[in-house]
């Protein structure tokens, strides 16, 4: 069973730091990892996504001031978040797309979500 345990969420004043950290629970190839948020009344929207072979992407909103890393071996993607903004408060969900074991393709699999509050 595909698992993704997430933590690093928390509060923090504005222009503060975060690391959120996501680890796939078992031994799986996964094409890519990524980082997705959600606020109260909008739709969820990526943060930032990363594939095995080391190609990045990121929302423009946040650009310049997140990275997201991923340590293939592990089956872990980070998220370093600086200069946060209260607008970057959300609930954080970690992705793992195109999961596979042992040449079989499992799905797509979303973690529980973890909050980020900004405060000004």
């Known amino acids: 069973q595909v698992q993704l345990v997430e933590s690093g969420g928390g509060l923090v004043q504005a222009g503060e730091s975060l690391r959120l950290s996501c680890v796939v629970s078992g031994s799986f190839s996964i094409r890519a990892m990524g980082w997705y948020r959600q606020a109260p009344g909008k739709q969820r929207g990526l943060v930032a996504r990363a594939t095995d072979g080391g190609n990045t992407n990121y929302a423009d909103s946040v650009k310049d001031r997140f990275t997201i890393s991923r340590d293939n071996a592990k089956n872990t993607v980070y998220l370093q978040m600086n200069s946060l903004k209260p607008e970057d408060a959300a609930v954080y969900y970690c992705?793992?797309?195109?999961?596979?074991?042992?040449?079989?393709?499992?799905?797509?699999?979303w973690g529980q979500g973890t909050q980020v509050t900004v405060s000004s």
């Open positions: 992705a793992a797309e195109s999961v596979y074991s042992g040449g079989y393709y499992l799905g797509d699999y």
